[in-house]
């Protein structure tokens, strides 16, 4: 890439310039990246499968690339990170650990290169509170560790913004980027066929872009490089929205999750940092405040790069896309799926947004008044995290399939039923997490597996008549379906017994 000027002697950089690199002892980085790593290893060994995941695992099956993509145009999602479990899939199997493996890479990745974008920031201290807060953040390790697509979309979007800065503030004029464009050209298709919510993050990068072109913070050369590169990665994807997204589209199908208020927005922006605070049992309280105390050092992290820039002249473009990723980016997307709500929104949609915003709560720690006071609040929401991680790990997931299929191989003897009902969209499978764990678990004695209608009607109600009991393995299903309102007609002994959010076993007999 071109120097802006020659390099002269009096180009120089102090801990005073915003361009300096946050310096740091060379093993604390790796430090940081193994550690995120081990959380990652021991929540991939643990935790359950949830019903999205079988979801993936569903496409990962679908035998042949033109079967694949056809059968994709009736889900909601791009196709990359499918591509990449089917490729796993064939090389290792279908293993727990194996199927989480790319996830888990994934998010390591993000959390390297969340090290490498730390140099920018003001201070030691900045730069490595801010990366173990993206290492620690419980979201994260959730999106690590399943077979989604959210930690493919948060480490692509982060890939954006370390190679856009690489090209319009490079840390020194010494040092010259010569692949950033192709990097941020690849991390662009990387990221739009993720998930479509990339598409939001392209555009607030574009629109902050043009803001800091108008106000002269971007040199037009390096204005057009970046425009260039994300153009060179939306021509890469486009096949896929030329041809499966409008398919999609047409579908109809509804998006995870679309509800819209201030206070979901707001409970988002503390997910991002600490999900699941209720594992903290009585320490939640302390877990809410830190979650909160978290988005508020974010807030002030902002607030003194912008200062910092404009004191100096320089940094401004970090300034000012890191509060518009952590901030702007789910504002944005919240108020487009207030107006659209196909395009949906929950936490996990927010992916992209959770290292902008830990890195901003870590520089919060710039020299300035209270930092004492700041450093403090920093290290109660730290442990927090790290205690909220330990509890995640510890936790089966948020649907315990292997616990629910674990006892009733354990319970089921030869001649009874097992009804697997999930409420999900009907084209796919349903009673895959029973059908994927009591294979691995092995042993299972032989059952009758009844099947039901879309409708939730047993298909063959006849056929309990010669079931002594039958097992339910149920997600999110309303308590008077057909299905067991014909198995309470039938069976007088109803015995309930729950695994997680949402997720039920329901054993029905005669005695």
């Given at each position: 890439m071109r120097r802006l000027r020659p390099r002269s002697p009096t180009d120089t950089l102090t801990t005073a310039d915003p361009k300096a690199p946050a310096s740091v002892a060379p093993w604390v980085g790796p430090a940081v990246v193994l550690g995120a790593l081990i959380l990652r290893v021991a929540a991939g060994l643990h935790g359950s499968f949830f019903l999205d995941d079988f979801h993936s695992l569903h496409h990962a099956r679908v035998q042949g690339l033109g079967g694949f993509l056809v059968e994709l145009t009736r889900d909601n999602h791009p196709p990359l990170s499918f591509l990449l479990l089917r490729a796993v899939r064939a090389c290792f199997g279908?293993?727990?650990?194996?199927?989480?493996?790319?996830?888990?890479?994934?998010?390591?990745?993000?959390?390297?290169?969340?090290?490498?974008?730390?140099?920018?920031?003001?201070?030691?201290?900045?730069?490595?509170?801010?990366?173990?807060?993206?290492?620690?953040?419980?979201?994260?390790?959730?999106?690590?560790?399943?077979?989604?697509?959210?930690?493919?979309?948060?480490?692509?979007?982060?890939?954006?913004?370390?190679?856009?800065?690489?090209?319009?503030?490079?840390?020194?004029?010494?040092?010259?980027?010569?692949?950033?464009?192709?990097?941020?050209?690849?991390?662009?298709?990387?990221?739009?066929?993720?998930?479509?919510?990339?598409?939001?993050?392209v555009g607030i990068l574009v629109l902050m872009l043009a803001f800091l072109h108008r106000i002269g913070g971007i040199e037009p050369g390096r204005l057009r490089a970046v425009l260039g590169?994300?153009?060179?990665?939306?021509l890469i994807a486009?096949?896929?929205?030329?041809?499966?997204?409008?398919?999609?589209?047409?579908?109809?199908?509804?998006?995870?999750?679309?509800?819209?208020?201030?206070?979901?927005?707001?409970?988002?922006?503390?997910?991002?940092?600490?999900?699941?605070?209720?594992?903290?049992?009585?320490?939640?309280?302390?877990?809410?405040?830190?979650?909160?105390?978290?988005?508020?050092?974010?807030?002030?992290?902002?607030?003194?790069?912008?200062?910092?820039?404009?004191?100096?002249?320089?940094?401004?473009?970090?300034?000012?896309t890191l509060p518009a990723f952590g901030f702007a980016l789910p504002l944005w997307a919240a108020a487009v799926a207030a107006v659209l709500p196909r395009a949906g929104f929950e936490w996990r949609y927010l992916a992209a947004s959770i290292a902008p915003l830990a890195l901003l709560a870590g520089a919060s720690l710039a020299p300035g008044p209270w930092l004492g006071a700041r450093r403090c609040v920093a290290g109660i929401c730290l442990a927090a995290a790290l205690g909220l991680d330990v509890a995640t790990i510890a936790d089966p997931g948020r649907e315990d399939y292997r616990g629910a299929s674990a006892y009733v191989a354990?319970?089921?003897?030869?001649?009874?039923?097992?009804?697997?009902?999930?409420?999900?969209?009907?084209?796919?499978?349903?009673?895959?997490?029973?059908?994927?764990?009591?294979?691995?678990?092995?042993?299972?004695?032989?059952?009758?597996?009844?099947?039901?209608?879309?409708?939730?009607?047993?298909?063959?109600?006849?056929?309990?008549?010669?079931?002594?009991?039958?097992?339910?393995?149920?997600?999110?299903?309303?308590?008077?379906?057909?299905?067991?309102?014909?198995?309470?007609?039938?069976?007088?002994?109803?015995?309930?017994?729950?695994?997680?959010?949402?997720?039920?076993?329901?054993?029905?007999?005669?005695?």
């Open positions: 279908e293993g727990e650990f194996a199927l989480r493996l790319p996830n888990i890479a994934l998010g390591t990745w993000a959390v390297a290169i969340a090290w490498r974008l730390g140099r920018r920031l003001p201070g030691r201290a900045s730069r490595v509170v801010g990366v173990s807060f993206f290492a620690l953040s419980s979201l994260h390790l959730d999106l690590s560790t399943n077979l989604r697509m959210y930690a493919l979309l948060a480490l692509a979007v982060l890939g954006i913004l370390d190679a856009a800065l690489d090209l319009l503030e490079p840390l020194s004029w010494e040092e010259e980027h010569p692949w950033a464009g192709l990097r941020l050209a690849l991390w662009t298709a990387a990221a739009l066929l993720a998930q479509y919510h990339a598409l939001h993050a590169a994300l153009a060179v990665g939306a486009l096949p896929w929205y030329a041809w499966g997204f409008p398919r999609q589209l047409a579908n109809e199908l509804a998006p995870g999750g679309s509800r819209i208020s201030a206070a979901i927005l707001a409970e988002s922006l503390v997910h991002l940092i600490l999900l699941r605070i209720d594992l903290l049992g009585p320490l939640r309280p302390i877990g809410l405040v830190a979650g909160i105390a978290s988005v508020g050092l974010a807030g002030a992290g902002a607030f003194l790069l912008v200062l910092r820039a404009r004191a100096h002249r320089s940094g401004l473009v970090l300034a000012w354990e319970h089921l003897s030869p001649g009874d039923g097992v009804l697997a009902m999930e409420w999900q969209p009907p084209f796919f499978p349903h009673g895959g997490g029973w059908a994927y764990y009591a294979a691995l678990l092995g042993g299972t004695p032989d059952y009758r597996a009844l099947e039901h209608t879309g409708d939730f009607e047993l298909v063959e109600p006849e056929a309990l008549r010669d079931i002594p009991r039958v097992f339910c393995i149920l997600r999110s299903i309303p308590n008077g379906v057909p299905a067991l309102r014909t198995l309470r007609a039938r069976y007088p002994v109803e015995e309930k017994l729950r695994f997680g959010e949402g997720l039920w076993v329901l054993v029905f007999s005669g005695t």
